[in-house]
């Protein structure tokens, strides 16, 4: 085929298959150390430190504050650079954390204030690494925008299931085994983004100062109503619900289950596995339904199913309960966060799609450190049962408010799949 004079050879069907499958290998390994981490963060917090409530919630809190200082400049990075090389840095870089946790841990050194550095470390190279990797998936796919989205959240979710199973063997390998192993899927990861073809930026770069360039995606996500409509959402999923989650479910494994180191680990795993288990099934109906045109309406049921969930955690439920609760609450979040990022990545111009796509993340990630610290201050002052229903109160108000008031509601889209 030709193409204009001047324009780069457009690629090949087989070219553009195995882009994805070098961006969904790197997307992969980097939600299999998050899975691991996961699980293995909280356990060393409350299991092998002991820690109350309050310092449970701040060490979760350090995991995602960095979001808030540079996940912005991420975007910005993300626009102005090549997407891959900042991928193969963070890659490199994240490595050397878990590195250092294991021997700490090795040497009988482990500290609450060595894993406050390792969670605010890891939190900064996850801020760069998100916006890069989620502005370069339209260019990697370049059609059918949709079910790329799906495709790399189904990756993302079976990846960091696929960590969680792993890291519920910590029992019989020891911790530190797999803070090596997190270090070493890390690496693999940088080596597959290594391999990718250079990703430039869309458009030539401006000359603006970073500052500038975060404040201009600022003013073309409020250009865009649906777009800042869902940042907002994803803000609020940040706060009432990540923060719940990151808090109240290894509080709960501890003191409401009474669980020993042991069970600790497997059990976290378990309700982990349940939730993503949940996210899972949920990308599988979403790749089947293909093109869904009322994505707003279907990511405003799946917030309200969220809210549902976290209200029946107030009740004292036998384990197998809370097992079902946490599969279906996740079924909901996989739907939240395909329809979300479809929206965002759709509504978007080219030209400033990493820096609004950092402020997507930001919402979710940045409410998450909010939450996390509300939610250990309420664990430690009204009891885990009745920490709850707060924030299944205020997202059922936020929910009336989007259906009223919002663009979300009416939102209608008329792409078909390509």
């Known amino acids: 085929m030709e193409t204009p004079s001047g324009a780069a050879p457009l690629p090949t069907e087989t070219s553009r298959k195995q882009r994805l499958r070098l961006y969904l290998s790197g997307q992969a390994s980097w939600y299999v150390s998050l899975g691991i981490q996961f699980v293995i963060f909280p356990f060393l917090v409350t299991q092998v430190l002991d820690e109350p409530a309050y310092r449970v919630g701040l060490a979760q809190m350090s995991l995602m504050a960095p979001a808030i200082l540079f996940m912005l400049l991420g975007g910005s990075m993300a626009d102005r650079s090549d997407a891959r090389t900042i991928l193969i840095r963070v890659h490199a870089f994240a490595a050397l954390p878990p590195i250092l946790l294991a021997i700490l841990l090795l040497y009988g050194e482990l500290s609450y204030g060595a894993l406050i550095a390792y969670a605010l470390a890891m939190g900064t190279l996850g801020a760069f690494a998100l916006p890069a990797r989620d502005s370069a998936l339209t260019r990697v796919a370049e059609t059918g925008i949709q079910q790329a989205v799906t495709l790399a959240m189904g990756a993302q979710m079976i990846s960091q299931l696929v960590g969680m199973l792993i890291a519920a ?3 019989y390998t020891g911790t530190h085994v797999l803070l090596f192993f ?102 599988l109906v979403l790749l089947r339904a293909g093109h869904i045109e009322r994505r707003g309406r279907v990511m405003i049921a799946s917030l309200t199913s969220g809210a549902v969930v976290l209200a029946l955690l107030g009740l004292s439920l036998p384990f197998w309960a809370l097992c079902i609760l946490i599969f279906i609450w996740g079924t909901g979040a996989g739907t939240t966060m395909t329809m979300g990022q479809t929206i965002v990545q759709l509504s978007a111009p080219d030209s400033h799609r990493a820096r609004v796509l950092a402020l997507y993340q930001l919402g979710f990630s940045g409410g998450a450190p909010v939450g996390s610290f509300c939610m250990g201050y309420l664990v430690g002052t009204m009891g885990i049962h009745t920490a709850t229903l707060v924030p299944a109160l205020i997202v059922a108000l936020i929910l009336a408010g989007l259906v009223r008031f919002s663009p979300l509601w009416a939102y209608r889209d008329e792409e078909q799949m390509l």
């Not at 003191?255 to 600790?264: A, K, L, R």
């Open 169 to 171: 063997t910590a029992a």
């Open 182 to 283: 997190q270090a070493a899927v890390m690496i693999a990861g940088g080596i597959a983004s290594w391999r990718l073809a250079p990703l430039p930026p869309s458009h030539a770069p401006g000359t603006d100062g970073p500052l500038a360039q975060i404040l201009d995606g600022l003013k073309v996500s409020r250009r865009e109503p649906i777009v800042i409509t869902v940042i907002g959402a994803m803000f609020a999923v940040g706060i009432f619900y990540v923060g719940s989650f990151l808090v109240v479910l290894p509080l709960m494994i501890r003191d409401v289950y009474h669980s020993t180191p042991d069970e600790f680990t497997v059990r976290f795993a378990l309700v982990n596995i349940c939730f993503w288990g949940g996210t899972i099934a949920a990308t």
